[in-house]
């Protein structure tokens, strides 16, 4: 009765822990396209920074509740929404650097080519874009449970060469309260109104600043009052998910028991969808991670019509054949 108790307290810390994780820069090894440099799991969806840019991808959140609760009709097209960020005029080749180390080791099995397997893979809290353009970084890194990003403009370096450009949104405008807005099919996400600072001799002065939306969609920073050249420059906006719920991945816990060895196992059910980007509306493609914890190892299987067959978790080994 006690291993049993300790396995079902466990069980649920795990769940409780998948509901609640950092937002964490994950490396690319393999695991995904060539084009995707880190991927990050943010609320109803994903974003993967690409040395070209950036990737926002939603999807429908309730889609897999209904795939939960078996009230999903059969072959349901799973909705998603795109939105693809082009650092215009950037340096094409940037050196993209990590930092904060999170030590938690994650193994990635997509598929069944085994060059496309990574192992060992650790995450991080932030990540910086050297010389996007010249004299210029962009550092993003998490913030409680958000992610935030800022332009470093060094000394003499100019602010006016930073554009973004956003492909796929369905509207993109800057609210009265100075807050760039972006909306798609899924709902829509902000990026507040950016802090700019800089710090001379000591003190900390902010600078006036705000977005500004040139074309239609390329997006870029006005100080109208200008700054000191002479001292670093920074750009702080803030991403807000305003309109998206639920937690960075939906997954719902089923059982746990122990083996002979009074080894635990547990079994959840953990929705993640990977897909490719274009911009815009998109068709699912819907694949499944299996992903690892402290404990074991993961083997997961789907239908043809996106329902789970099982989730299994096996201590120190991966499960083979059958699993349904």
């Not at 069980?11 to 695991?31: E, K, R």
């Not at 082009?86 to 080791?105: E, M, Q, R, V, W």
């Not at 274009?278 to 914890?293: D, E, H, I, K, V």
Request: proline residues 6%.
């Amino acid at each position: 009765m006690r291993n049993l108790f300790t396995c079902l307290l466990i069980f649920f810390t795990l769940s409780a822990f998948a509901d609640n994780q950092p937002v964490t820069f994950i490396p690319n090894q393999g695991q995904w396209d060539a084009s995707v440099r880190y991927r990050i799991q943010i609320p109803g969806g994903q974003l993967d920074l690409r040395t070209d840019g950036m990737d926002y991808v939603f999807y429908d959140t309730d889609y897999f509740k209904q795939l939960h609760n078996r009230t999903l009709p059969a072959n349901t097209p799973l909705k998603l929404h795109g939105v693809r960020v082009y650092f215009d005029g950037a340096n094409p080749n940037p050196t993209l650097k990590s930092d904060l180390s999170d030590g938690i080791s994650r193994n990635y099995f997509l598929g069944n080519d085994a060059r496309r397997w990574a192992s060992n893979v650790s995450g991080f809290g932030e990540v910086v874009y050297k010389e996007l353009y010249p004299g210029i970084d962009l550092r993003l890194y998490a913030h409680h449970s958000t992610i935030k990003y800022e332009f470093i403009v060094h000394s003499g370096a100019n602010p006016d060469l930073i554009k973004m450009r956003y492909e796929g949104s369905e509207k993109l405008s800057v609210s009265e309260h100075g807050n760039l807005e972006v909306r798609t099919s899924m709902g829509w996400f902000r990026e507040l109104n950016p802090y700019n600072y800089q710090e001379i001799r000591g003190k900390t002065t902010e600078v006036k600043g705000h977005f500004a939306v040139r074309e239609k969609n390329v997006v870029s920073f006005h100080l109208p009052n200008g700054y000191d050249p002479k001292h670093p420059l920074i750009i702080d906006p803030e991403l807000i998910f305003a309109s998206f719920s639920g937690s960075y991945s939906d997954n719902w816990g089923h059982t746990a028991t122990y083996d002979a060895e009074e080894q635990p196992h547990f079994r959840w059910i953990d929705e993640r969808v990977w897909f490719s980007r274009n911009g815009g509306s998109l068709s699912n493609q819907l694949r499944r991670q299996r992903r690892p914890n402290p404990l074991g190892c993961r083997h997961s299987q789907i239908q043809s019509n996106g329902y789970p067959l099982t989730v299994r978790y096996v201590p120190g080994r991966y499960a083979n054949g059958n699993t349904a």
